[in-house]
Structures are given as structure tokens and as C-alpha cells.
């Protein structure tokens, strides 16, 4: 089993930034692939970023490549997710989630057996 706790969004105007977390407790052996995911209301659910331990390799969606940077600290069993130049439909409900070990990262959620709360990041014009 595996406990994910995210932190870090807020309110912020369009073009700033914000560092999501994502502290990993319990199996950490069950957290070799890392992902965030967000929501907005009436969206469906949108894979943004991955990571695989140990290699560290890395894929982003489309809508947030270039902006967002995904990074995991292993000794600390944390996950990050630096989001610069946001926009406006930014925001969402971001969710940290955790899946076995794979050699690729992967946005498709079935990979992904474990999830946070939620993290609430609101991006004003």
C-alpha cells in the first residue's frame, strides 16, 4: 500500500509559477513510475506529466511540454512539479499518483494503482 499527500497549489495570476509535492510514504518499492494528473470541472481527467525511478525518464502532455518539469527526490520520497508560464486553463484539481515500476513512463491512468487527495491550483487572468 502507498500513501500519496500533495501540496502546494493555490491562487496565482496567469504567467506565474508554483512547485506542487507529493510526499510518497508506505511501499515506496510500489512507486517506480510517478505521475501528476489534473481535473477540471466537467473535463475528463488529464495526464500531464511522468517519471520513471532510477533511469528518470520523463513525458508530457502536449499542453503543458516546455512550461511544466516533473522531478522526483528518491532520498525524500518526493515528488515535484515545477508548472512556469501558467495559463488560464491551467486550472484544475492536480493529483499525484503512483504505479509499479516500468522502464517508460506513461500517461494512461489504468498504469497508476495509487492516488493523492488532490491539490487545488486556480490561475487568473
Known amino acids: 500500500q502507498v500513501q500519496l499527500q500533495e501540496s502546494g497549489g493555490g491562487s496565482v495570476q496567469a504567467e506565474g509559477s508554483l512547485r506542487l509535492s507529493c510526499v510518497v510514504s508506505?511501499?515506496?518499492?510500489?512507486?517506480?513510475?510517478m505521475g501528476w494528473f489534473r481535473q477540471a470541472p466537467g473535463n475528463e481527467r488529464e495526464g500531464i506529466a511522468a517519471?520513471?525511478?532510477?533511469?528518470?525518464?520523463?513525458t508530457y502532455a502536449d499542453s503543458v511540454e516546455g512550461r511544466f518539469t516533473i522531478s522526483r527526490d528518491d532520498a525524500e520520497n518526493t515528488l515535484y512539479l515545477q508548472m512556469n508560464s501558467l495559463k488560464p486553463e491551467d486550472t484544475a484539481a492536480y493529483y499525484c499518483?503512483?504505479?509499479?515500476?516500468?522502464?517508460?513512463?506513461?500517461?494512461?491512468?489504468?498504469?497508476?494503482?495509487?492516488w493523492g487527495q488532490g491539490t487545488q491550483v486556480t490561475v487568473s487572468s
Open positions: 517519471i520513471t525511478a532510477g533511469n528518470g525518464r520523463t
Open positions: 499518483a503512483a504505479g509499479d515500476g516500468r522502464p517508460w513512463p506513461t500517461l494512461v491512468s489504468a498504469f497508476y494503482l495509487y
Open positions: 508506505g511501499d515506496t518499492a510500489s512507486s517506480g513510475l
